[in-house]
């Protein structure tokens, strides 16, 4: 019909990262932090999933040797740095004593400190993993059909009906 092709893949990307973002942070994700994060989600599936000779021999991990624990350290960095921002951009606005946005982000502040039953600690360290977990999922929701895609959205709905139950105490 003569129209601009349209990529389905990146554009259910952008939703449900979008989505997800906003459920964790009550802020909109730029279109152009969306295409870095899919990029770099793309390309750690891609680091991921390359034969490295330390998979074969663990003697030689140390000194990664095809580059493969550095390339995925800058890329887990962007993501950290990226959600780093929204955790010091509303531990400020808590200080002042802004209102609560009722998000993930509020909830794992109300959190943060306590020690769970199996030893971890809600901690910022924690919010950076639990967080990158969330935008990884959004990445999968775009790649994943079937059964999978069902399995995804069941552990994520599960997954923060739990934050939920925490909240509400």
């Known amino acids: ?5 349209v990529s389905v893949a990146r554009e259910a990307f952008a939703a449900v990262a979008g ?4 459920s964790m942070f009550s802020e909109d994700m730029d279109a152009a932090t969306t295409r870095q994060l899919r990029d770099v989600i793309e390309e750690a599936v891609v680091v991921a999933g390359a034969p490295n000779l330390s998979d074969y021999f663990p003697v030689i991990a140390a000194a990664d040797v095809m580059g493969v ?5 800058n890329l887990v960095g962007w993501v950290y ?3 780093d921002v929204q955790i010091d951009r509303r531990r400020r606005r808590r200080i002042v004593c802004e209102p609560r946005k009722n998000d993930l982000l ?5 959190m943060e400190g306590e020690v769970e039953s199996e030893g971890w600690v809600m901690n ?3 919010m950076r993993g639990m967080f990158m977990v969330i935008l990884i999922l959004s990445h999968c929701d775009s ?5 999978q895609f069902h399995f995804i959205n069941t552990v994520f709905f ?3 009906a739990n934050f939920a139950k925490f909240y509400s105490e």
Not at 1 to 5: E, F, H, L, N, R
Not at 19 to 22: G, N
């Open 158 to 160: 599960l997954w923060t």
């Open 81 to 83: 740095g990226i959600i």
């Open 1 to 5: 019909a003569g129209g601009t092709p």
């Open 124 to 126: 910022q360290d924690t």
């Open 106 to 110: 509020d909830v794992a502040f109300d």
């Open 69 to 73: 624990r550095r390339r995925m350290d």
């Open 143 to 147: 790649i994943f059909t079937g059964f």
């Open 19 to 22: 989505v997800l973002w906003r």
